[in-house]
């Protein structure tokens, strides 16, 4: 298990650390108002005032005190001229003194309160500065981190908000799909019939005038099915490039059930000989449009009748799924005689070991049966051919298949080997050809 914190986690821790960070900050903002001595005690200025003007600071006066006359009063005179002028300033100065002593004590006694005041309010300032730097470190961290899983957070959000408008767009893209599809199927029938009303036309009389047939009617709707649901002509261009190698010197090259003409146009374009065979005169009319050349057939009955020997190269794709397994035993004999040595048939049907396939597969109601693939390679081996192999093709999208876990463990792999089974049960590849020489 990871040990990322979650979203959630990460911003209670931002929280936390911003209510720790507010209070170090309006803590820091109180102690940042260090007040001076002067500030911290308003008496201390008219102390120091009263200091200054204290009498103790001023030089005293001489006496101006008269004494009487005579040896007695002049030796009292002397005395108190000499002495009691001295002792009251000098008692008065003491008075003073005591005076200023006082209130000089009190005022050193006031500032040196003050200062130590001041002096712890700048410590606990420093201490608390240190720790508020502290947590600046440890809230950007905080932030740093939540805004990063906010990203991607937001990134996620942003893919998965991406991924349905681009499910919108695919499903509207679809939806006009469809409809072009069903534009497409309605033109082919009627360019179809108005080719039939045309031939009728030609022949004059009442044939001009008479329905068309059942079978003229079927042909007519099997094109336009082939055309809605076995995918555009370039799309299958791309699908049936993959045989081209097989058949490089195999010329001449049969196309049994050569439909609108893929591969007949694959094969002139690599400079191989090759003609096709199909019972629908619609289809075969589409590949004389594009310059190929095309006859229309019963495949079987054409098979049957070939010379021994006769073709390089047999290619029948999506075609013996329409044969009863009667007939399908047979044309399988057939191809075998009506190709010369070193000759090569290459049988492409649907995929019966796929579920999404055989879905598919019934969707045309002119398919017989499915063939499994170790059944038809049985079938080849019996009647003479080497060299059978088995190839898959056309995978189901990934989108569709079922996902793997993507935490490791031993419960997991063994769930992913589950999916596995089941991928190749349920989306297995839609088709397969048995792939033999002569």
């Not at 002593?101 to 002096?119: D, G, I, K, Y």
């Not at 099997?222 to 081209?244: K, M, P, Q, V, W």
């Amino acid at each position: 298990m990871s040990s990322e914190p979650t979203l959630t986690e990460l911003q209670a821790k931002l929280a936390e650390e911003e209510e720790l960070y507010a209070e170090l900050l309006e803590k820091l903002d109180g102690l940042g108002r260090i007040r001076a001595p002067y500030d911290d005690d308003e008496s201390l200025a008219p102390r120091l005032q009263s200091l200054n003007q204290s009498p103790a600071l001023v030089e005293p006066e001489a006496s101006s005190v008269r004494h009487p006359g005579g040896l007695k009063g002049l030796v009292r005179r002397f005395v108190r001229r000499l002495v009691e002028p001295e002792i009251g300033v000098l008692t008065n100065a003491l008075d003073q003194q005591r005076a200023f002593n006082s209130s000089l004590v009190q005022f050193l006694n006031s500032f040196a309160e003050s200062v130590n005041r001041a002096a712890a309010s700048h410590a606990a300032f420093t201490s608390t500065l240190i720790g508020f730097a502290q947590r600046i470190d440890r809230l950007a961290d905080s932030k740093d981190r939540l805004y990063a899983s906010l990203g991607n957070t937001r990134a996620d959000l942003l893919l998965e908000a991406m991924d349905k408008r681009l499910e919108t767009v695919r499903l509207g893209l679809r939806q006009m799909h469809q409809k072009v599809e069903g534009m497409d199927t309605s033109l082919t029938l009627a360019r179809a019939e108005l080719r039939g009303v045309a031939a009728r036309t030609d022949s004059g009389g009442e044939a001009a005038v008479s329905p068309p047939s059942a079978a003229s009617f079927e042909a007519e709707h099997y094109l336009a099915f082939e055309e809605r649901f076995r995918g555009s002509s370039e799309e299958l261009r791309n699908r049936l490039r993959d045989y081209l190698p097989y058949f490089e010197s195999c010329a001449p090259v049969l196309d049994l059930g050569c439909g609108r003409g893929e591969f007949l146009e694959l094969l002139s374009e690599a400079g191989v000989e090759a003609k096709g065979i199909d019972g629908n005169r619609e289809m075969v009319h589409t590949c004389r449009e594009k310059g190929l050349s095309a006859e229309v057939a019963d495949i079987v009955s054409y098979v049957a009748d070939a010379g021994s020997g006769s073709a390089g190269g047999i290619f029948a794709a999506q075609v013996i799924e329409h044969l009863p397994p009667s007939i399908l035993r047979k044309f399988v004999g057939d191809c075998f005689r009506a190709l010369r040595e070193e000759g090569r048939v290459v049988l492409e049907t649907v995929n019966p070991e796929s579920v999404v396939a055989l879905m598919g597969f019934y969707r045309d109601l002119t398919h017989q049966k499915p063939l499994h693939p170790e059944t038809l390679e049985f079938m080849l081996r019996a009647v003479g051919f080497r060299e059978v192999t088995l190839r898959y093709s056309s995978p189901v999208s990934e989108r569709a298949r079922l996902l793997e876990l993507t935490e490791a463990g031993t419960s997991s792999e063994t769930l992913n080997q589950n999916f596995a089974k089941l991928n190749a049960l349920l989306y297995g590849d839609l088709d397969y050809a048995v792939i033999a020489t002569k």
